[in-house]
């Protein structure tokens, strides 16, 4: 199942459309999950995305993970903006955004449908210039 969705990354990077690195655990090198950019390059910006799993919650790895991405992608990208968003049922989630420099700039209200449920996101964004790596 991972080498399927791993496989399904290269289109999008050859066009500079996507960009997704591997979060692995410190000096193992396993699997802890995956942080992401998502690039429209015609507005010089991109959708974060992660996910981490279970047992590597609240550890770090994704706060660190996503710090790392973003700075990849104001640095070497050279995009202007970064956004995300989280479930509003999820606010663990949000805390990252937070830790990694995010401001919240609003809610859209059941603006997806997961599991039959309509679902309300959280939106975060931060500006190249406002991003301070630690």
């Given at each position: 199942m991972?080498e399927?969705?791993?496989?399904?990354?290269?289109?999008?990077?050859?066009t500079?459309?996507?960009v997704?690195?591997?979060?692995?655990l410190?000096?193992e090198?396993?699997?802890?999950?995956?942080?992401?950019?998502?690039?429209?390059?015609?507005?010089?910006?991109?959708?974060?995305g992660y996910?981490?799993?279970?047992?590597?919650?609240?550890?770090?790895?994704?706060?660190?993970?996503?710090?790392?991405?973003?700075?990849?992608?104001?640095?070497?990208?050279?995009?202007?903006?970064?956004h995300a968003?989280?479930l509003?049922?999820?606010?663990?989630?949000?805390?990252?955004?937070q830790k990694?420099?995010?401001s919240?700039?609003?809610?859209?209200?059941?603006?997806i449908?997961?599991w039959?449920?309509?679902?309300?996101?959280?939106?975060?964004?931060?500006?190249c210039?406002?991003?301070?790596p630690h």
């Amino acid at each position: 199942m991972a080498e399927d969705w791993i496989s399904t990354h290269q289109p999008g990077f050859e066009t500079g459309e996507l960009v997704v690195f591997a979060a692995a655990l410190r000096g193992e090198g396993e699997l802890a999950g995956a942080v992401g950019l998502t690039i429209n390059s015609a507005f010089c910006r991109a959708e974060l995305g992660y996910w981490i799993g279970e047992p590597f919650w609240g550890l770090g790895y994704c706060t660190e993970a996503a710090t790392r991405v973003v700075k990849h992608g104001f640095a070497e990208l050279k995009l202007n903006r970064i956004h995300a968003s989280h479930l509003s049922r999820n606010p663990a989630s949000g805390r990252v955004l937070q830790k990694i420099g995010m401001s919240k700039e609003g809610i859209a209200r059941r603006h997806i449908k997961k599991w039959d449920k309509y679902e309300d996101l959280v939106l975060y964004g931060l500006l190249c210039e406002e991003f301070s790596p630690h």
